[in-house]
């Protein structure tokens, strides 16, 4: 059993000879322009690095670590403020938990009614959904 790589794509194959024209064109060493370097970025998103590295003639970590900062600049802002109503009835001083990580994001927590098993158990849920 052999394995082997789907046929290339019409887009795959039309940025393949983009890419072979500019290397004919172009003194070796220069940088490859932002235009064809977003159009690898798009195509590994779709047929995978590897395939889009090993076609293009391009450096797989180059081509990974583009399609990684691209795909984190695209994810959206973590909510700035997210408010909880726990319908707890008021009652004594109450007690505050405050949680934070290195990435600096942080969690803070206020009960009318200190129980400790309820805090416990709400931050260690909220804890582990953290990315």
């Known amino acids: 059993m052999s394995l082997s790589h789907p046929p290339a794509t019409t887009d795959l194959a039309a940025t393949a000879a983009a890419f072979a024209r500019w290397r004919d064109t172009t003194p070796l060493g220069a940088r ?29 970590v180059r081509l990974k670590r583009r399609l990684a900062a691209q795909s984190e600049a695209a994810a959206p802002p973590p909510p ?7 319908d707890l009835p008021p009652a004594g001083p109450g007690c505050s938990l405050v949680l934070s990580d290195a990435r600096g994001r942080a969690l803070r927590i206020e009960w009318t009614r200190p129980v400790a098993s309820e ?6 849920s909220l804890w582990e959904a953290a990315p």
Request: hydrophobic residues 55%.
């Open 80 to 86: 700035a403020f997210v408010e909880m109503t726990l």
């Open 32 to 60: 490859i322009p932002e235009a064809l370097w977003s159009r690898a970025v798009e195509l590994a998103r779709t047929h995978g690095v590897g395939r889009v590295a090993t076609l293009l003639r391009l450096d797989y």
């Open 119 to 124: 805090v416990a158990a709400v931050a260690r």
